[in-house]
């Protein structure tokens, strides 16, 4: 059974970094034909899909143009996880953050993470 | 990005009826490489991520009931449950997955009547 466990600070003041964690047990980071997701979710902007990194001979990421200049998605093959980082956080940032995997649709998703930023 | 807009924005159901949640793209979502509907629905309950519930349009997710189904293609979409259960309470989402940003839409609420 696979699960996503998210781990990181629910507080991160403004113009600082957002950095989450999601961990994953029951599959594998570096599976072919899956992609890992950030999602996160405010009653402004709805869901809203940042990015994704996926491993197909070689490591890809996208990412939402939105957040393309603050975003940063990194698998963790050794720990079997990957990582959210957001530069450069302003109030604008608040929601609860997601980790889910995407075969294609996204069928599994971690228990999300609040976060909001604040001085 | 592709636009997903869901109609109605808020549904009251009596449960046993019937409930329908139209989704329309602002692009085709059929990919004739594989003649498939990239999209997919999600129920989401209070405190709760988003659970899939179908994918390319019209397949069901395992354990999900089949009183859920979908139907659609192109830009025009419909998630319909059957015969609505107190359960079913939920805002509903769908989701393109033709092309990134993988959008959703802005959410549909379903309360009972």
């Known amino acids: 059974q696979v699960q996503l466990r998210q781990s990181g600070p629910g507080l991160v003041k403004p113009s600082q970094t957002l950095s989450l964690t999601c961990a994953i047990s029951?599959?594998?980071?570096?599976?072919?034909?899956?992609?890992w997701i950030w999602i996160r979710q405010s009653p402004s902007r709805g869901l809203e899909w940042l990015g994704r990194?996926?491993?197909?001979?070689?490591?890809?990421?996208d990412y939402a143009e939105s957040v393309k200049s603050r975003i940063v998605i990194n698998p963790d093959t050794s720990k079997n996880q990957f990582s959210l980082q957001l530069n450069s956080v302003t109030p604008e940032d608040t929601a609860i953050y997601y980790c889910?995997?995407?075969?294609?649709?996204?069928?599994?998703w971690g228990q999300g993470t609040m976060v909001t930023v604040s001085s | 990005d592709f636009v997903m807009t869901q109609s109605p924005d808020s549904l009251a159901v009596s449960l046993g009826e019937r409930a329908a949640i139209n989704c329309k793209s602002s692009?085709?979502?059929?990919?004739?490489?594989?003649?498939?509907?990239?999209l997919a629905w999600y129920q989401q309950k209070p405190g709760q991520p988003p659970k899939l519930l179908i994918y390319?349009?019209?397949t069901r997710e395992s354990g999900v009931p089949d009183r859920f189904s979908g139907s659609g293609s192109g830009t025009d979409f419909t998630l319909t449950i059957s015969t609505l259960q107190a359960e079913d309470v939920a805002v509903y989402y769908c989701?393109?997955?033709?092309?990134?940003?993988?959008?959703f839409g802005q959410g549909t609420k379903l309360e009972i009547k």
């Open positions: 029951g599959d594998s980071v570096s599976r072919n034909s899956v992609a």
């Open positions: 889910a995997r995407a075969s294609p649709a996204l069928g599994i």
């Open positions: 989701q393109q997955y033709y092309s990134t940003p993988y959008t």
């Open positions: 692009q085709s979502i059929l990919y004739s490489f594989n003649n498939k509907n990239h």
């Open positions: 390319w349009a019209s």
């Open positions: 990194t996926y491993y197909t001979s070689k490591w890809y990421n």
